[in-house]
């Protein structure tokens, strides 16, 4: 299982750090990634990072602000988030993908979700 935690609400330029902690199954194999919904929107990919840490990748709309990580000890990644735009806000969403990493992106290529957290940027 996976719980996602770390949202809020911030004004924008502001920060918040995200983390995903899983609990059974063999969390440290997989790459995982973070996706985001805001309301009316599809859920869209934000970054994802490959089993051992060693491959990071985000969308454009987040790189070079957002950065994803994970800590094999504690079964967590951890999305920190900098200089927030209002445009960020949705709930995000933590997700793992079976299999090795090959730079997955999409949700079908993920099967195993977090409950997501809301994160709120104002302006």
């Known amino acids: 299982q996976l719980q996602a935690s770390g949202g809020g609400l911030v004004q924008a330029g502001g920060s918040l750090r995200l983390s995903c ?13 973070w996706f985001r919904q805001a309301p009316g929107k599809e859920r ?3 970054a994802g990072i490959s089993s051992s840490g060693g491959v990071t990748y985000y969308a454009d709309s987040v790189k070079g602000r957002f950065t994803i990580s994970r800590d094999n000890t504690r079964n967590t990644v951890y999305l920190q988030m900098n200089s927030l735009k209002p445009e960020d806000t949705a709930v995000y969403y933590c997700a793992v993908a079976p299999g090795a ?12 979700w977090g409950q997501g957290t809301q994160v709120t940027v104002s302006s």
């Open 101 to 112: 990493w090959y730079g997955q992106r999409n949700e079908y290529e993920y099967d195993d």
């Open 44 to 46: 869209d990919f934000v």
């Open 21 to 33: 902690a899983a609990s059974g199954g063999t969390f440290t194999a997989y790459t995982t990634g």
